[in-house]
């Protein structure tokens, strides 16, 4: 039966309305920010995740409730490499006054950040007879900064190229440091013939920015998703030298924990439970951690049967060593390409009148996974629930997946014949006749007719993660409520494989479910409830028929400042917001040349506060392309 566009837009109009408030936890300011560094305290971002804990929290609260709408531009940078269909995912890093960022094209630039004048530029592509193989279409989320601290000592940046190579830039000439690898770059692909051959042909890189940790630099990686693919192995590195200190396998062997699950050497040739997303870390403990993807092949397991450890996973290490310290695995037996697309944020919250150190890791699957950050126990517990058996050949989907207590999910758990689209009747009877071919049920497997996923490939969560508020226990993520559909067919060489990342969308190019397509949500860590969740971003024409505010589909995350507010940028209408942190309330928003599909930063310059965002627009949700820096200040 048809359902009424009248009824549509009551249920939107309500899940807007959903941004309840829940009492404002009483908590104190955790350590970190009791502790920070000197650089944080006096208004630098240093860190892509402002903090190596990742909670991209700022004390600073120049710009704050009261003024923001007052927000102008202040200076743009052009990069001059935009390319159509390329992005800029980069999350800006500011010290004592100079921002250092990456373009298109992975050119890492040295700005003025009170005016945007440029100090020094770096091309790590000046030999044109080198074949330049690059991972994950050769996006940069920015790079990692190192000082000896010593007064005119060495500042390095380092700098992860997709092609599988790490570079350390004097950070006030923008030169490679001589003594670091071969003239200032390691070869990343150099050392691991031994064990995975020769990796030459393959596609393998770091993606997201590296992280630095008193003298060592680590890296997680990208690579194939499918046999045969380069290792996912997360390395570290002696920031002076390059020299490897040492490696973990993603994929276990030997008599390593968890090779159980990759018997007669079924780890070799096979990528994947690789640190895409980035690394976090305690730096008070020195524990490393970061979330893994899954192994391949996406979509058809029946050549890795079992759990497949370490993949879907968040891992703790110890940061000098490697050493696993413990793992928690979010996904068993991964069939829907449902990576942990960041790394854990290392959080303190108060868990039954306790003060408890943990680890927040938001899931592709629309999760939180709120635990210990000693043990990697659920602090408000985990059930194993029942899943659907897979109906393709050989292939042997788990039987349960592992869903938190609390909180519950932020993004939409399944598509029911309720939840079709319905902007029109016409729109409705179109998505109709194609969802009723496919298999619905929550959490089913691919097949050969095509299975529904949602949250779809794009999260839920995505790479962007969470920031937190350490003042209140606030965590706040933006997700995805987008369809896909999962369609298998034979292949010679893997047996199956996917027809490919299709989304489940109208003639008119709108998701097939109802809105909100993305939404913005503030969770209390301190009980596990909801604090206030809104749509984030609208589609403009549908806005001018009166249809409410509907999201979009987003990428980029979000940063909390003390001025009460969260920035995010992220979503397809191009562009930039500011919440109330405390309600969801949005307070200002100003429109973008291309979208901002990266993470701002915010820092302070001469007694002024700036906020920057990268609007690079195109990637993966198609927009027009840019190539800009813009930053904003108060007049």
Same mark, same amino acid.
């Given at each position: 039966?048809?359902?009424?566009?009248?009824?549509?837009?009551?249920?939107?109009?309500?899940?807007?309305?959903?941004?309840?408030?829940?009492?404002?936890?009483?908590?104190?300011?955790?350590?970190?920010?009791?502790?920070?560094?000197?650089?944080?305290?006096?208004?630098?971002?240093?860190?892509?995740?402002?903090?190596?804990?990742?909670?991209?929290?700022?004390?600073?609260?120049?710009?704050?409730?009261?003024?923001?709408?007052?927000?102008?531009?202040?200076?743009?940078?052009?990069?001059?490499?935009?390319?159509?269909?390329?992005?800029?995912?980069?999350?800006?890093?500011?010290?004592?006054?100079?921002?250092?960022?990456?373009?298109?094209?992975?050119?890492?630039?040295?700005?003025?950040?009170?005016?945007?004048?440029?100090?020094?530029?770096?091309?790590?592509?000046?030999?044109?007879?080198?074949?330049?193989?690059?991972?994950?279409?050769?996006?940069?989320?920015?790079?990692?900064?190192?000082?000896?601290?010593?007064?005119?000592?060495?500042?390095?940046?380092?700098?992860?190229?997709?092609?599988?190579?790490?570079?350390?830039?004097?950070?006030?000439?923008?030169?490679?440091?001589?003594?670091?690898?071969?003239?200032?770059?390691?070869?990343?692909?150099?050392?691991?013939?031994?064990?995975?051959?020769?990796?030459?042909? +393959?596609?393998?890189?770091?993606?997201?920015?590296?992280?630095?940790?008193?003298?060592?630099?680590?890296?997680?990686?990208?690579?194939?998703?499918?046999?045969?693919?380069?290792?996912?192995?997360?390395?570290?590195?002696?920031? +002076?030298?390059?020299?490897?200190?040492?490696?973990?396998?993603?994929?276990?062997?030997?008599?390593?924990?968890?090779?159980?699950?990759?018997?007669?050497?079924?780890?070799?040739?096979?990528?994947?439970?690789?640190?895409?997303?980035?690394?976090?870390?305690?730096?008070?403990?020195?524990?490393?951690?970061?979330?893994?993807?899954?192994?391949?092949?996406?979509?058809?397991?029946?050549?890795?049967?079992?759990?497949?450890?370490?993949?879907?996973?968040?891992?703790?290490?110890?940061?000098?060593?490697?050493?696993?310290?413990?793992?928690?695995?979010?996904?068993?037996?991964?069939?829907?390409?449902?990576?942990?697309?960041?790394?854990?944020?290392?959080?303190?919250?108060?868990?039954?009148?306790?003060?408890?150190?943990?680890?927040?890791?938001?899931?592709?699957?629309?999760?939180?996974?709120?635990?210990?950050?000693?043990?990697?126990?659920?602090?408000?517990?985990?059930?194993?629930?029942?899943?659907?058996?897979?109906?393709?050949?050989?292939?042997?989907?788990?039987?349960?997946?592992?869903?938190?207590?609390?909180?519950?999910?932020?993004? +939409?758990?399944?598509?029911?014949?309720?939840?079709?689209?319905?902007?029109?009747?016409?729109?409705?009877?179109?998505?109709?006749?194609?969802?009723?071919?496919?298999?619905?049920?929550?959490?089913?497997?691919?097949?050969?007719?095509?299975?529904?996923?949602?949250?779809?490939?794009?999260?839920?969560?995505?790479?962007?993660?969470?920031?937190?508020?350490?003042?209140?226990?606030?965590?706040?993520?933006?997700?995805?409520?987008?369809?896909?559909?999962?369609?298998?067919?034979?292949?010679?060489?893997?047996?199956?494989?996917?027809?490919?990342?299709?989304?489940?969308?109208?003639?008119?190019?709108?998701?097939?479910?109802?809105?909100?397509?993305?939404?913005?949500?503030?969770?209390?860590?301190?009980?596990?409830?909801?604090?206030?969740?809104?749509?984030?971003?609208?589609?403009?024409?549908?806005?001018?028929?009166?249809?409410?505010?509907?999201?979009?589909?987003?990428?980029?995350?979000?940063?909390?400042?003390?001025?009460?507010?969260?920035?995010?940028?992220?979503?397809?209408?191009?562009?930039?917001?500011?919440?109330?942190?405390?309600?969801?309330?949005?307070?200002?928003?100003?429109?973008?040349?291309?979208?901002?599909?990266?993470?701002?930063?915010?820092?302070?310059?001469?007694?002024?506060?700036?906020?920057?965002?990268?609007?690079?627009?195109?990637?993966?949700?198609?927009?027009?392309?840019?190539?800009?820096?813009?930053?904003?200040?108060?007049?």
């Amino acid at each position: 039966m048809h359902i009424s566009i009248v009824k549509a837009l009551k249920e939107a109009i309500s899940f807007a309305a959903a941004a309840f408030i829940v009492g404002v936890g009483c908590t104190s300011a955790r350590h970190s920010v009791q502790s920070q560094s000197k650089e944080i305290s006096s208004g630098d971002w240093p860190n892509v995740f402002l903090d190596k804990e990742g909670t991209r929290y700022s004390p600073l609260d120049q710009i704050n409730r009261k003024n923001v709408s007052q927000l102008k531009v202040a200076w743009v940078y052009h990069t001059h490499d935009m390319a159509p269909g390329r992005t800029i995912e980069c999350t800006p890093l500011v010290i004592d006054g100079v921002m250092y960022i990456t373009t298109v094209n992975t050119h890492c630039v040295a700005l003025d950040a009170a005016t945007g004048r440029e100090l020094w530029a770096y091309d790590p592509y000046t030999d044109n007879d080198r074949h330049w193989l690059k991972a994950s279409g050769g996006v940069n989320r920015g790079v990692a900064y190192w000082s000896d601290h010593v007064q005119g000592g060495n500042r390095r940046i380092l700098l992860g190229l997709t092609d599988g190579r790490l570079v350390s830039l004097d950070a006030r000439t923008g030169k490679p440091d001589p003594l670091f690898g071969d003239d200032g770059v390691v070869d990343l692909r150099k050392g691991l013939e031994a064990e995975y051959g020769d990796l030459n042909g +393959r596609s393998y890189g770091p993606t997201s920015a590296p992280l630095v940790f008193e003298n060592l630099v680590y890296l997680g990686f990208s690579n194939e998703e499918a046999n045969p693919s380069a290792p996912g192995d997360t390395r570290a590195f002696d920031v +002076r030298t390059g020299k490897e200190v040492w490696r973990f396998h993603a994929l276990p062997r030997g008599k390593e924990f968890g090779a159980q699950d990759w018997p007669h050497d079924n780890w070799k040739q096979r990528g994947g439970a690789n640190a895409w997303g980035g690394l976090t870390l305690d730096s008070d403990k020195g524990i490393l951690f970061f979330g893994t993807g899954s192994a391949t092949s996406d979509f058809y397991g029946a050549d890795r049967p079992g759990n497949n450890l370490f993949s879907n996973c968040v891992m703790a290490l110890d940061a000098r060593t490697g050493k696993r310290l413990w793992h928690f695995q979010t996904v068993h037996h991964d069939l829907w390409d449902h990576d942990n697309p960041c790394p854990p944020v290392v959080v303190k919250v108060k868990h039954d009148g306790v003060w408890t150190d943990a680890v927040a890791q938001c899931t592709k699957i629309g999760y939180c996974f709120l635990l210990n950050e000693m043990t990697g126990k659920p602090l408000f517990g985990v059930k194993e629930i029942p899943v659907p058996a897979s109906d393709m050949p050989d292939e042997q989907a788990s039987p349960t997946q592992p869903i938190p207590l609390k909180p519950p999910a932020f993004s +939409r758990q399944e598509m029911t014949q309720d939840d079709l689209a319905d902007l029109s009747p016409e729109q409705h009877e179109e998505i109709m006749k194609r969802w009723e071919g496919y298999r619905q049920e929550p959490l089913a497997p691919p097949s050969l007719r095509g299975s529904i996923s949602i949250p779809g490939f794009h999260g839920g969560a995505t790479w962007a993660g969470a920031s937190f508020d350490p003042t209140t226990g606030y965590l706040y993520v933006n997700s995805n409520n987008v369809p896909n559909v999962i369609t298998m067919r034979k292949d010679r060489a893997l047996g199956y494989q996917s027809t490919g990342y299709i989304q489940l969308r109208d003639s008119k190019n709108y998701p097939a479910v109802k809105p909100p397509w993305g939404v913005l949500t503030a969770i209390n860590l301190n009980t596990g409830d909801f604090v206030w969740q809104v749509p984030l971003g609208e589609y403009p024409e549908l806005a001018a028929r009166g249809i409410p505010r509907t999201g979009t589909e987003n990428f980029g995350g979000t940063i909390v400042t003390a001025g009460g507010l969260v920035f995010i940028a992220a979503t397809t209408d191009e562009r930039i917001h500011a919440f109330d942190k405390s309600t969801g309330q949005m307070l200002w928003e100003a429109q973008l040349h291309a979208g901002g599909y990266a993470t701002p930063c915010t820092y302070l310059v001469h007694g002024k506060q700036y906020v920057t965002i990268a609007a690079g627009g195109g990637g993966k949700l198609r927009t027009r392309s840019g190539d800009e820096f813009v930053t904003f200040s108060l007049p």
